[in-house]
């Protein structure tokens, strides 16, 4: 099983460095541009299907995706990205910030935010599920940022430390695309 994440395009959100969370935010003239260059990645490449989260600038991407894969697009609710809660719409602030939002040990529920246990067990159970779904296909996940986070530690494990200095890097950029590789049964057996 082959799967690509990718992370949709910029947003003028993305620009200003705030939350965007659930708020549907489409993509700007540089995410468009993102995702079609994107979607190129994809033209000697047999997909399956492309999931997607619900949300306006992941659906474009997919889009893009779509045009040059004659892939079909599903939406799986469950890629949506993290709720940010009262934080979105908003820049860090001093009291309420991404560091504090990025420590696993101390889980916040402040400010209505998706506390970080909770988000990282919805993705896993996501990835549960399309990983013996789809296990022999080759898939596309169009996602966000923050998703992005807990699909490489499902694949690759947790950090060491579980804080923002650990996460962070972890996050895709803008359209960047992330493959992981799982075997099959039959192929471990080879």
Request: net charge neutral; charged share 30%.
């Amino acid at each position: 099983m082959r799967i690509f994440v990718i992370r949709h395009g910029q947003t003028n959100y993305n620009v200003k460095h705030l939350f965007q969370g659930h708020i549907d935010i489409p993509l700007n003239n540089v995410g468009i541009k993102q995702a079609k260059e994107t979607a190129l990645k994809f033209q000697n490449v047999k997909i399956d299907l492309i999931l997607v989260s619900p949300l306006k600038r992941a659906l474009q991407t997919a889009e893009y995706i779509q045009d040059i894969t004659q892939s079909p697009i599903f939406i799986e609710d469950r890629l949506i990205e993290r709720c940010f809660g009262n934080m979105e719409g908003h820049e860090n602030r001093e009291d309420w910030n991404i560091q504090m939002m990025l420590d696993y040990e101390k889980n916040y529920k402040k400010e209505n935010i998706e506390p970080i246990q909770d988000f990282f067990q919805r993705v896993y159970m996501c990835l549960d599920d399309i990983t013996k779904k789809y296990k022999d296909k080759t898939i596309v996940l169009v996602t966000h940022g923050a998703v992005s986070q807990p699909i490489e530690c499902y694949f690759k494990g947790m950090p060491c430390n579980k804080d923002f200095e650990h996460f962070e890097p972890l996050t895709l950029k803008n359209c960047e695309v992330r493959e992981y590789y799982i075997r099959t049964k039959s192929e471990k057996e080879r």
